[in-house]
């Protein structure tokens, strides 16, 4: 299951054919990376990217140069086993950017995003409050696409 968990994301994100992922499969050192991740400890997160062939490749590190989007699968809480009862609930996961520039953009998003969030359902003391809930109405069109996109993607809420 928690093979096949991994695959479908890894695929759908990537826009990438099952013989991909099958060839992933076939190679025992890139399963076994995955199999370790899963149950040992001192892993707390692999990402899968497309090395320099074209095969998918799983890693324990950020690769330092990629050609093409990546994703990541971590674990929530560091140490913990995943296994084949709490692989959805144990782990957090998304797609890395080839591009830094692309990637850090993607990170002020998704942190504004829950600053927005946070400033909405949270009182915070003193004028701290009123900057920040000053500094996103600089940003309103932002603001509405962001909060749909943290409600819908991000904390799964319907």
């Given at each position: 299951m928690r093979f096949e968990f991994i695959s479908e994301y890894t695929l759908k994100s990537m826009k990438l054919k099952a013989d991909k992922w099958a060839k992933l499969q076939g190679n025992d050192e890139y399963r076994q990376t995955i199999l370790d991740f899963f149950e040992k400890p001192e892993y707390n997160i692999v990402v899968i990217y497309q090395n320099n062939a074209g095969?998918?490749?799983?890693?324990?590190?950020?690769?330092?140069?990629?050609?093409?989007?990546?994703?990541?699968?971590?674990?929530?809480?560091?140490?913990?086993?995943?296994?084949?009862?709490?692989f959805k609930t144990a782990l957090a996961y998304g797609d890395l950017s080839y591009s830094p520039l692309e990637q850090l953009s993607a990170l002020v998003d998704e942190v504004t995003c829950f600053a927005n969030l946070a400033s909405s359902h949270f009182t915070f003391p003193g004028n701290s409050r009123n900057l920040q809930v000053d500094s996103f109405h600089a940003q309103s069109y932002k603001k509405l696409s962001c909060t749909k996109y943290c409600t819908d993607k991000v904390f799964k809420l319907e």
């Open positions: 095969q998918l490749q799983p890693t324990f590190d950020f690769p330092s140069a990629m050609k093409a989007k990546a994703v990541y699968f971590s674990k929530k809480e560091k140490g913990m086993n995943v296994g084949k009862d709490n």
